[in-house]
């Protein structure tokens, strides 16, 4: 069983970044990569990053490569997702996901 709880997300301005963080409990994170995934307003739950358990192998999607940045910190079962060149397209709702575990998600809003 894990449970995760985003935070970190809030209003920026385009071209600002910002950072989010999971935060992990459960037995079983020694043994699980974590992904992040967004969803936009009407579109479907999409792909963003993903780590594995040592944090050495990371994946991203094409289009956020090279802006966004995914990192981990096993000590305190903590995951982040360094966002920097916010745009408004990047504005969701971000979820982290371990094993079938999801968190509730936490809002990314870029506007002016």
């Known amino acids: 069983q894990v449970q995760a709880v985003e935070s970190g997300g809030g209003l920026v301005q385009p071209g600002e970044s910002l950072r989010l963080t999971c935060r992990l409990s459960g037995h079983t994170f020694d043994y699980a990569p974590v992904s992040w995934y967004r969803q936009a307003p009407g579109k479907e739950r999409e792909f963003v990053a993903s780590?594995?358990?040592?944090?050495?192998?990371?994946t991203y999607a094409d289009s956020l490569k090279g802006r966004f940045f995914i990192s981990r910190d096993n000590d305190e079962n903590t995951v982040y997702l360094q966002m920097n060149s916010l745009e408004p397209d990047d504005t969701a709702v971000y979820y982290c996901k371990c094993l079938s575990w999801w968190g509730q998600g936490t809002q990314v809003t870029v506007s002016s």
């Open positions: 780590i594995s358990t040592a944090g050495g192998s990371t």
